[in-house]
């Protein structure tokens, strides 16, 4: 407060006010009160908001001008309290030409001493700005801080600090002078959970503040990303105890072993132990993991990062240049454009799933045969040079590795059977799988590799009810066998059906059990698991096990790691082979396959919508 000697309006030099102070309140009610108090004291009490706009007349520069004439330039002291745009009045004011011995204004107590933050100049925010702003702005201004309280700062005039508080004061700093006692600080746990420190309270709302509630992850995400990876010392434990129970096939797909091994085991007794372990694993759950195949981790690894890129990096249009008039045995095959639970004559949604099919390409039988087709490879033109011809290569080296260890696996299916099932047909499937030397029988087959890439989609989110619908519906394979192999993208999971009885089209109140695979090493793994075919041909005891393909939550994981590639053979006989099925119908196996299809497709047609 000042007493001095001012002008009065009519600018006589003789006429002397005593002043003392302005007083600004927009509150009426305040107002009153505060008018009640100070007018016998001689004060200026203003009732009117204030704005922060420079231009505005309601600017605190402009009331001063125009409501208190007799207020000097050089007043003793300016209190600014408003609880928001403090700093820009305060600008205002200094703009304006006054300079006030010593200032007081308030400034937002939890914001950080290292942080300058100044509120957007806009009278309908209330933000508040921080110590640090407001001492910046008064020392361009010639003003040292020389004190604080919990929620203000006093700045007085570079002079009078040097006259008379440089000894009190020595330390002017916002360290030395301010302790910031109702901030909240944050911090981060290795896992990315948020923590806060200090006040965890909002302090003008009165409510606590909920850490659960400001986490940016879910529990399931929050994990540390640079740690060895649970997840993959899971992955590969897994992969050690289903490498440890896979059934070794290399005493049929291995053509230099010899009749005895060190232990003095012939080979037929390897074999007979091969064999009677296949034969009891599928005869339980339809599927089997086999290792001992002979094909190197170099041609699985080819064919999978060809697969890859083909089905999930190349543009569509490298695909689409691949479709063909029968997209089920050859070519590419879109997204949602097919529908395996028609197989099992149900109605389900289209698969979520990217496919493209090779198979032989004889010149023994008619081209109009539709088991024997040309296959559809990209072009140079449309791909470029390197990647169309790794792709076909890999793809192809791939199918004929492939194809050669099935006849082998299948060879040892026949032989566990024929110990307690000896049908025509059974004989004639074992015969035909010791052919693998002719060439011309090799290109007779009507094996398909079918390469699936599956991607995150719609289906990935759960519906009303809660739960995911299938990328790949229920349903079994129609062929004789399925050889699988597939990567570890975690956007799907093959699952078979754990009943006793899966015999049944049923798949409500399935018991569903994920099939996984080792980590690709030296000896790939494979899945193989039991076709239609093969279940009518041994009249039911080796089942045709039902197998869907569900999508996986994807959360907090890199992109390479998402897509799943998969590489499944489906194992076909020669066109005429004859089959005898135990009901005693004799037909050949295209023939079968025809009828198989139809069957399908007729209980499908009839089924209600």
Known sequence: MVEDEHNNKSNSTETTTKWNGVLIEADPSRYSELKILHDPLGNICINTEVSCQPTSSQSLLSILKRDAQYLPYDFDFLSIDVDGIDYWLL?????????????????????????????????????????????????????????????????????????????????????????????????????????????????????????????????DERQFPFAPSTEANDLQRKSEEIRESAIDISMYCNSMETSKDNNDTTIEDRKRECYTKLNKTLRKDGFAVVKGTGISRSVVSDALRAAKSFLHEADESVRRSCLTKDRARRGYSPISTENFASLIGQQGPNDLVKKFRIGPESNEYDSSSPLHQPNAFPSEEIWDTEHSSQFKHSIEEYFEQTCYAANCILKAICDGIKDYNCSKSIQVLSESTNSTDNEEKKKNHTSILTLLGYQPGSRHKKGSKGYMRPLVSAHTDVGVITVLHFDHGKCAKLQRAAREDTSSTNTENVDWVDVDL????????????????????????????????????????????????????????????????????????????????????????????
């Open 518 to 609: 080792s980590i690709l090493d030296n000896d790939p793994i494979f899945v193989v698991n039991v076709g239609d075919c093969l279940s009518d041909l041994s009249g039911g005891s080796l089942r045709s096990t039902l197998h869907q393909v569900m999508p996986c939550p994807i959360s907090n994981t890199l992109a390479d790691d998402v897509a799943r590639t998969c590489l499944a053979l489906f194992v076909g006989l020669e066109p005429d082979t004859l089959l005898e099925i135990p009901s005693g119908e004799v037909l050949s196996y295209e023939d079968w396959r025809k009828n198989r299809i139809a069957k399908a497709q007729a209980v499908l047609k009839h089924t209600p919508g």
């Open 91 to 219: 600008v205002n004011v200094l703009e304006g030409g006054y300079r006030p011995k010593c200032i007081c204004i308030e400034f937002n107590p939890t914001m950080p001493i290292d942080l300058i933050y100044i509120q957007p100049r806009d009278d309908n925010i209330r933000h508040g700005s921080s110590l640090s702003a407001m001492v910046e702005l008064c020392n361009n201004s010639g003003y040292t801080l020389i004190e604080t309280t919990l929620f203000n700062a006093f700045f007085i005039k570079n002079e009078l600090y040097d006259k008379y508080f440089f000894n009190e004061v020595p330390d002017t700093s916002i360290e030395a002078l301010h302790e910031i006692t109702m901030g909240t600080e944050l911090y981060q746990l290795y896992d990315g959970t948020l923590k806060l420190h200090k006040c965890k309270k909002m302090l003008w709302h009165r409510l606590p503040i909920d850490e659960k509630k400001m986490q940016m992850l879910s529990d």
